[in-house]
């Protein structure tokens, strides 16, 4: 995972870019090397500060740590004016959110004097951060920043061009990983002729024909994309719709994901059809698997595969199956079926199905990249959409 949007003020839903993950179990063991000598216990080797590190020292610590690098929201002021406010001065808090700018040391110096930044350097004298108001910034002036799992959606985000592009000057995001994240959103910027999916939703259409798409993996072609919507051609064999809609670009998407259907038009596998396991978008190759085809895997280019047309929409909960274990009370059709999070806070997380209880409370085990391992989750029955 590499971009992320957070819920913490003052930076709700501003984008972010995951630098590294550090386990509670890398944490402990670097404050207790920390606390061995009086020197190492002065210099924070993560991102916050001394206050926090006490606070550590006497709590354990129990959630893992994410370091973003992120555009900062801040004024130039000798006072630290970036602290939370509290809760008798809420009702003024969207006065006191700062608008988006990048730390500049010459700014600092200007507006504060010389002494409101301490500039941290290597061994070989280059500038490793600035720290102001209690504010770490790196050499480009971008924020360095510290959050856990609570701080973030859990969803999967594809920032457009426009969002990225301020990203390019940040220094903590290395040459090659810059340029493969810019060609990836490049590629998924809508256009004309494109071939587009329809993704779940029970929100209405543009169109005043047409009445409401409520279940996803609908697949046509953009004719005309605008800022917001598009008019999209409909595949021939979509019933129960116009042939042309207009939609929000947020519903549709034209990059492959695993689990896909999807079939390939070109090169030596051209009409092969079956399911996305792998994408690799550093190469641009898509691993598709079909145990019923001859071979049952190819390695394809991402721009020889489109979205198959014959794929199943997403659909209610699909009913008992007439050889159903009674024993199971009702529940045996449901295990080891794919699903996703529609409400709460997981909601975009995907995984299996492994069991549920007669209050209709299910253990799913999540596969989203999120988790460095598989893991269980118990959401309700009525939450999940099953893919069929």
Known sequence: MTWIRLKVA????????????????????????????????????????????????????????INVVLIPRFCYSKQDRDIPLNKHRRHNRGTHIHSQQLFSPFKAKDKTGQDSWKTEYSDLGEVLEYRYNGLVFDPSGFLLYSVTWKDIHHIDIYPSVREMEPFLKCVSISKDVKTRLLRNTYGRELKAGDHVKVLPTQEPSLSPDDTMITRGDRTGTTEEVYPTFCSMRLDMDTPGLAETIEINNRYIRKFLKTGDVVSVNGGSHAGYIGHVVVVNEAEGILTISNLKAQPDTVYVNLHQVEFASWTHPFAAVPAPHQAEDMRDFGTLHYENLPAVVIHGPLKGHSGIVKTVNLNEKTLIELRDHLYRSRKLEEVMLDKLAFEL
Do not use: G, H, S
């Open 10 to 65: 003052p930076y709700k839903n501003n984008l972010a870019f995951i630098l590294n993950i550090e386990t509670a179990m890398d944490l402990k063991m670097e404050v207790q090397l920390q606390c061995m000598d009086k020197e190492l216990k002065k210099r924070v080797m993560f991102k916050n500060t001394q206050a926090l590190l006490n606070k550590m020292l006497k709590e354990t610590i129990e959630e893992d740590q």
